[in-house]
């Protein structure tokens, strides 16, 4: 053996240049040799930190244009082994190596460039990285090994206190890496399925997500839990992204409570309004303007508004804002835009939460996904619009102009409602919302019950029901409040008989046959 085995060698390998140059010198000070390779030996000959070239290392030129640099025996024998016995027997060019610092190719840095041509991203797999990585990873006992610039400072304390870093140390480093790799490797993957849109356009029979956390959450669904929001990092899909303006941190029933009030919104073209309450539409309105949207949604239900989520589909002004903060407490406001004056004057009301939507009219292929403890249930985000195309007219007596209008927005309200759901509109404005009961006659009558208590008017409103009718109660107790159309799926085995019934009190109904079931 010469004496190569008795140095200390770090092989440095970065696509992030990050403080790299200060980490190297304190290596440097502390008797490291630096391998390195490429792109990292040009930079740090730059910043006059010595290196020593891998190929000169190995004895061994790169090729296939830099394809294969560090996949050596010297290498990995270097990195693998548990002590300097390992090495005896091999060639007496073979050295310990001590330090990894590699970080990889910039893979989804790469392929988030919508230009980005499939070529383009196979050339940005990382090979010998991840294998350098993992074999580091592995020998953790002896090994540092880093993947994060955020962990140089803590490394080189410990080198510098204690002549080489603790072995716990080594084992947290270690994690951090399998974890990237994990992640890398995903995104990867994940890329590829995408570029199959045959994988993509239905749930294939493995999806493996990548979650990375997003923000600590105020609390869970009750202030003795604990709650974060996470992100999906990978595969990424376009959902309810937001930057918070103002206000205290959100917790986990206000992130509910705003991506239902979201989606809800953002079916509609016109100005229009979504207040909820308990994760449940408790006002909705379409007007040519926007305040007005607001009032007539407020109206529907102010006692279920005071404390609920407020969305809108178009930018949100002052004089507007100023009206909702003097007329009712709200815990979070979103809008896809807000004027400079809106974030003055929140600023001054620390309690509510304003939201703006990134890429609010983006509507992209997505999945649902809901948590059952150790499982996960994962369907296809319903985003179906509904037009007059869709609709089947099945009484003798066919809805109006005006009543169509009222049937498909109550309808886009229904299907946000939680089952069973019951919607009484009229002129683009919610008048009673039923939500969430075992049966549906009691929607029906909780709808009813609400409009009664504001004093408002259902004659010659339209009913939404987001699933068909088994019976005829809710039909009779509709013709008794003074409903002039229904618009429901069908799809019962008594739909023959529920069509008779609405033709005896004079009514007309639609199909759409689709369910829009919401539990």
Known sequence: MTSKVNKKFAIISVSDKSNIDKIAKKLVKNKYQILSTGGTARYLASKKVPTISISTFTGFKEILEGRVKTLHPKI???????????????????????????????????????????????????????????????????????????????VINEIEKFGSTKEKTRYHLAQKVFLKISNYDQSITNYLMKKNSSLMSTLPDSLQLTL?????????????????????????????????????????????????????????????????????????????????????????????????????????????????????????????????????????KPNIRLLIIKNFNIKAKSFDMKSLKSNFLIQETD??????????????????????????????????????????????????????QMSRIDSTNIARDKARKQKINLDGCVMASEAFFPFRDNVDLANKIGVSSIIQPGGSIKDEEIISVVDQHRMSMVFTGTRVFKH
């Not at 002590?83 to 840095?109: A, R």
């Not at 303006?245 to 986990?252: D, M």
């Not at 049937?407 to 009229?426: D, Q």
């Open 383 to 436: 985003t179906k619009i509904f037009t007059k195309r869709d609709l089947r007219f099945v009484t003798k007596k066919k809805p109006s102009i005006n009543q169509i209008e009222d049937l498909l927005f109550a309808f886009k309200v229904a299907r946000y409602v939680k089952s069973n759901a019951i919607v009484f509109a009229k002129n683009k404005k919610t008048l009673g919302i039923g939500a969430g």
């Open 76 to 154: 990995h024998a270097g990195i693998l082994a548990k002590t300097v016995k390992d090495l005896k027997g091999l060639q007496d060019n073979y050295s310990l190596i001590d330090m990894v610092i590699v970080n990889l190719y910039p893979f989804e840095k790469v392929t988030d460039n919508p230009n980005c041509k499939l070529t383009d991203a196979i050339e940005n797999i990382d090979i010998g990285g991840p294998a350098m990585l993992r074999a580091a990873a592995k020998n953790y006992k002896r090994v540092t090994v880093i993947t994060d610039p955020s962990d140089y400072g803590d």
């Open 212 to 348: 990375e956390k997003e923000q600590t959450l105020r609390y869970g669904e009750n202030p003795h839990q604990k709650g974060k929001l996470y992100k999906i990092k990978n595969p990424k899909f376009s959902g309810f992204e937001y930057t918070q303006v103002s206000g205290k941190e959100l917790s986990y029933n206000n992130i509910v409570d705003a991506e239902s009030a979201y989606s809800c919104v953002q079916q509609f073209t016109n100005p229009a309004c979504v207040i909820v309450k308990h994760a449940n539409p408790c006002g909705v309105s379409e007007n040519k303007l926007i305040s007005k949207a607001y009032d007539y949604a407020y109206k529907t239900d102010p006692v279920s508004s005071f404390g609920g989520i407020i969305a809108f589909n178009k930018n949100l002004d002052d004089k507007l804002l100023k009206k909702i903060i003097n007329r009712q407490f709200v815990e979070v406001i979103i809008a896809p835009k807000v004027s400079g004056k809106c974030v003055k004057i929140i600023k001054t």
